[in-house]
């Protein structure tokens, strides 16, 4: 069965911090991918999306994520974290039908 | 851009009582509605895929008759919780995948804000 497992439960930055959230998945087919967030009061919201194409996917907020197919991996980064980025990151997983998988979520502390 | 509104926010219930949580698709038809179960510190787990006009589909260890889900029209998914007990109580997100393709493309999902169900 289809998996998605992300590396970090918990991360503490403090402003400025460079943030790389790990996202693993298992499936050998063609893939969507996808990061949500959910800011704290809030319901989970797209932050960015893989399809096909460029690898390297920019979304809001200054995040971007990179699909590397031989690692089965959809890391996060953002260069320069902010307070405001404090909130539950989801890696997300669609295998081409309806069904979308989530990872277990990271949650991401920003030290203002 | 795309907007899915859930109901109630909060409930709380007896133990052995019925409880409905509705999913409502503002400004676009959803023709795949989803219902996810969020346990503490825990990812979301997928329940079922409800498709309007047949048949809910179950993921493996869902009970049908204790989550019953109707999806009666495009924009409309209800999710009865029957029968609550106290393991019942957790998070209950729904989302909907547009139709049409949406803003994002296909695939991308709009959540609700969830229903947290207490059963007393």
């Known amino acids: 069965a289809q998996s998605v497992s992300q590396h970090n439960h918990h991360v503490i930055l403090s402003e400025a911090a460079s943030l790389e959230l790990g996202c693993n998945y298992s499936y050998g087919g063609t893939v969507n991918l996808f990061w949500y967030v959910q800011y704290p009061g809030q319901h989970l919201q797209l932050l960015l999306k893989?399809?096909?194409?460029?690898?390297l996917v920019k979304g809001i907020k200054g995040f971007e994520a990179e699909f590397i197919k031989s690692k089965f991996s959809f890391n996060l980064r953002k260069p320069s974290v902010q307070w405001s980025d404090t909130a539950e990151y989801f890696c997300a997983v669609n295998t081409g039908g309806f069904k979308t998988i989530f990872g277990a979520g990271t949650r991401l502390f920003v030290k203002a | 851009g795309a907007v899915v509104s859930q109901h109630p926010s909060w409930v709380i219930c007896k133990s052995g009582t019925s409880v409905k949580i509705e999913c409502r698709s503002l400004?676009?038809?959803?023709?795949?509605m989803f219902w996810y179960r969020q346990f503490p510190k825990q990812s979301l787990m997928l329940m079922a895929t409800?498709?309007?006009?047949?048949?809910?589909?179950?993921e493996q260890g869902v009970e049908k008759d204790k989550f019953l889900i109707n999806h009666a029209s495009l924009t409309l998914s209800t999710l009865t919780v029957t029968s609550a007990h106290p393991e019942d109580s957790s998070f209950y997100i729904c989302s909907a995948r547009d139709g049409a393709g949406g803003a994002h493309g296909a695939n991308v999902l709009t959540f609700g804000a969830g229903s947290r169900l207490t059963v007393l």
């Open positions: 893989y399809f096909s194409g460029d690898p």
């Open positions: 409800s498709n309007e006009g047949s048949k809910a589909t179950y």
């Open positions: 400004d676009f038809q959803a023709t795949t």
